[in-house]
């Protein structure tokens, strides 16, 4: 697999309206409430920023529900951990042991799957980029105030003006001087004539210290997201951890949201 494989894409169609997810880690539970979601309400795109896979219990379902539903994906580091095990010295032992475990039970269709997403996707026409670390590098975290600076610098530079990214779990959107933006249940408004980063936070594994699954929704026509909250059965998903024998670590840490 070429990670460093990048892709245009054209989302065809005016007014679109978006449900992007990201790092869902193999946590079905919580991918569940994206699943909801779906049916309360329609979307004509679905975008999961890489992460499919890793630290939890169940990448098959996971990887089952993003082909059956079309969803547009790329490949996070846990994926890439996965097709080659170099990388995997890189990983705390925790995630190390998760994706080997992973490795050994992952049917041969999923694992197709995973194989050939790309790693970046790009819409020229709209203007609007889908990465996992960062535009710059697909492993970067956009932690720094300097990260994000260097990444807006990216993206104006190919004429994007939004850029979705994930890795970091944290949910947000961030302006061209470094601000952070987050509300649950809001209504933002973009400007469209600035540059934004903008992360859904993750489903399987936040890390803002909310347990709640986190994700977004993207609508073209009014230029606004929306970011959501929703709670799911952490209990399933903790007793799958221990069922097959993961780091019970892996479990706890989806009570705090860490």
Known sequence: MNIYYKIKIILKGKNLKFLIISDIHSNFEALKCVIEEIKRDSF??????????????????????????SVLSIT??????????????????????????TDEI?????REFLEKLP??????????????????????????????LRSIEKIKNENIRLCFFGHTHIPGIIDEEGNLYYEENVTMALDSRRYYLINPGSVGQPRDRDPRSSFCVFDDAKNTVKFYRREYNISKTVEKIEEYGLPLELGERLWYGV
Do not use: T
């Not at 975008?47 to 379902?61: A, R, W």
């Open 76 to 101: 996070g580091n846990h994926e890439r951990m996965l097709f080659n095990p170099s990388l995997r010295i890189y990983a705390n032992v925790n995630a190390r042991r998760a994706i080997e475990w």
């Open 119 to 148: 790693v970046f996707l790009k819409d020229e026409e709209k203007r609007i980029s889908f990465v996992h670390g960062s535009p710059c590098d697909p492993d970067e975290y956009i932690f720094k105030i300097s990260a994000a």
């Open 44 to 69: 004509d795109r679905i975008v999961c920023l890489g992460d499919i896979v890793g630290y939890g219990p169940q990448p098959d379902e996971c990887v089952k529900f993003i082909r059956n539903n």
């Open 106 to 110: 992952i049917s041969v269709s999923s």
